[in-house]
């Protein structure tokens, strides 16, 4: 049986029995959601790819203390929250500029793509920018909140789980952070 061919739980449970190769799949399969999460609840942190790292050093030395009847999306976003906060609390300044890229596929202004409209390109990266700034700028647990159930599709008992709060708790918040964003878009038109 393939890796991609069993489940997170299955991949956790392995790793915890020593396959070290369960957990790299782990690893692929989360790293790019995870590190969105983890860049954008640290307001685009240059320090993002360090805790993800430390995120997953920690699942990796207690995923023996996994549950496979948990979901293990949930178990490691907790982690990755924890290692967050834990980061927020060492460091005080959090105001690095974010902008979205993928991971495989760095953002290189230097390098034009000439297929493209460039006032088009400028312009969405101009919106981009200003969403961005406008997500940024909302309180911690509503940001959080709006990211992993909005931003990350995540479903409202998971982001409730991760965030150890009631599922009517993050309905609110998202609402909160919707009116929110809303009431700054109307201002700019």
Not at 23 to 28: A, H, Q
Not at 88 to 102: D, L, M, N, T
Not at 157 to 185: D, F, H, N, P
């Amino acid at each position: 049986m393939h890796n991609t061919e069993r489940t997170d739980a299955e991949l956790a449970v392995a790793a915890a029995g020593g396959e070290e190769r369960a957990f790299t799949e782990l690893m692929r399969r989360y790293k790019e959601p995870l590190y969105r999460y983890v860049h954008r609840s640290m307001r685009g942190n240059e320090d993002a790819y360090d805790v993800l790292q430390e995120a997953f050093t920690a699942a990796w030395r207690s995923i023996d203390r996994y549950d496979p009847s948990r979901k293990f999306s949930t178990w490691i976003y907790h982690i990755a929250l924890n290692k967050i906060r834990d980061h927020g609390r060492k460091r005080a300044v959090r105001s690095f500029f974010f902008q979205a890229a993928p991971l495989e596929s760095p953002d290189r202004p230097d390098i034009a793509d000439h297929s493209q409209n460039v006032q088009d390109d400028y312009e969405h990266r101009d919106e981009l920018n200003r969403v961005s700034k406008m997500v940024d700028a909302l309180p911690d647990k509503l940001r959080q909140t709006f990211t992993l159930q909005v931003l990350q599709d995540m479903p409202q008992s998971e982001v409730a789980e991760i965030l150890g709060v009631s599922i009517k708790a993050v309905e609110t918040r998202v609402y909160r952070a919707r009116k929110i964003l809303q009431e700054q878009v109307e201002k700019l038109d």
